[in-house]
């Protein structure tokens, strides 16, 4: 399996930026999809996720300014992020919960540098 995420950069405070993370390798289900991110020195935490049905949550941090969504025919998920601020800055992993021949299981993409700064 392996999750593939694209769009991180440097973008101004205030600005926006939209997060792609595409699943591949013979998967036959995915439950929940979401993001979560680490800032120099900092554990990793959750930002997003987002379940087959729809169903969304979000870390307190980002409400109102992120918006996860995602595409079960293209096993991929989505975050667009508005009005960037500096604190925002980490490097952004997908995760997805599928189910592959062997059974179900908690996998990691490589994750992507998000740089708020001016």
């Known amino acids: 399996v392996q999750l593939q995420a694209f769009g991180g950069g440097l973008v101004q405070p205030g600005g926006s930026l939209r997060l792609s993370c595409v699943a591949s390798?013979?998967?036959?289900?995915?439950?929940?999809m979401g993001w979560y991110r680490q800032a120099p020195g900092k554990q990793r935490e959750l930002v997003a996720t987002i379940t087959s049905g729809g169903g969304t949550n979000y870390a307190d941090s980002v409400k109102g300014r992120f918006t996860i969504s995602r595409d079960n025919a293209k096993n991929t998920v989505y975050l667009q992020m508005n009005s960037l601020k500096p604190e925002d800055t980490a490097v952004y992993f997908c995760?997805?919960?599928?189910?592959?021949?062997?059974?179900?299981?908690?996998?990691w993409g490589q994750g992507t540098l998000v740089t708020v700064s001016s």
């Open positions: 390798g013979g998967i036959f289900s995915i439950d929940v």
């Open positions: 995760n997805a919960y599928l189910y592959r021949g062997p059974g179900w299981g908690n996998y």
